[in-house]
């Protein structure tokens, strides 16, 4: 009777498959949800203007070639601020960091600052004021609005590392240069990378404004849908341009992922 009510064999631990199968479904969700929900969004909208009767103003915008070009003028504007932002706030993050040039800290952040404390617009207009309108002045605009999340992460994310890991380093013979490569910015990587993704977004959504300045983009799309009253057209510059931007932010975590070293 005893021996029934307490059974000499313990229970068997639950089985780690339905965990394994858990995970893996949240982990194809993470990879996968966002192409797909593109993908939908992007046939809807085909069928949706292909089920219109477009007049020849319609026309002239809504082909491939056009919206193949504004897409690719949008990405390109993106593309080279995010790079020039990249190149000059990374190294200034680090500047602003080290004890002997922590005098320049507030210049630095300052720089960084300027850019937000403005309108993007006001900003872009300023700029065109100063050298013209074109492809140039709308990069330095975007640079200048995008700057401080990278400069500011950079600083943080070199901040944030353990200081007795960097004097075990300069204690094994290191030189300072030696140990900021080889174990700072390793270090760091993951919350530069999250402020490069956050300014990418910033120049993404910011370049729609260059339809303003010389040049079209996406913007273009959208400004004639306002300007001709053509609805077809305004949905479709709303669309590709939100679509763009959500593509972007995915490609972005995808590489933050990737480049993010290894058991951080």
Not at 16 to 29: H, I, K, N, V
Not at 236 to 246: F, P
Request: charged share 10%; hydrophobic share 50%.
């Amino acid at each position: 009777m005893v021996a029934d009510c307490f059974p000499s064999q313990a229970p068997k631990a639950p089985s780690p498959t339905g965990q394994r199968d858990w995970s893996a479904g949240r982990t194809a969700a993470r990879w996968l949800g966002m192409p797909l929900f593109l993908a939908l969004t992007g046939g809807a909208l085909y069928r949706y203007v292909a089920g219109q009767q477009l007049d020849t103003i319609e026309q002239r915008t809504l082909n491939a070639s056009e919206l193949t070009a504004r897409v690719g003028e949008h990405l390109q504007l993106a593309a080279v601020s995010t790079a020039i932002v990249i190149a000059v706030a990374v190294p200034l993050g680090i500047i602003a960091t080290r004890r002997s040039a922590r005098f320049m800290t507030p210049a630095i952040l300052a720089l960084g600052n300027l850019g937000q404390a403005i309108p993007s617009f006001g900003l872009i207009t300023l700029v065109v004021l100063t050298i013209g309108v074109g492809f140039k002045a709308i990069i330095i605009g975007l640079f200048a609005c995008s700057m401080l999340p990278i400069l500011r992460n950079t600083m943080v994310g070199l901040q944030q590392v353990d200081q007795t890991m960097v004097r075990a380093a300069r204690g094994m013979g290191m030189s300072p240069l030696d140990a900021l490569l080889r174990v700072e910015l390793p270090l760091a990587v993951p919350v530069i990378l999250a402020g490069v993704r956050t300014a990418l977004i910033i120049n993404v959504g910011t370049a729609t404004l260059a339809t303003f300045f010389g040049v079209k983009a996406l913007g273009y799309v959208i400004y004639q849908g306002i300007q001709l009253d053509r609805t077809p057209v305004l949905i479709t510059g709303a669309v590709l341009a939100s679509g763009l931007a959500l593509l972007v932010d995915y490609v972005a975590g995808v590489a933050e992922r990737l480049l993010t070293p290894r058991g951080l």
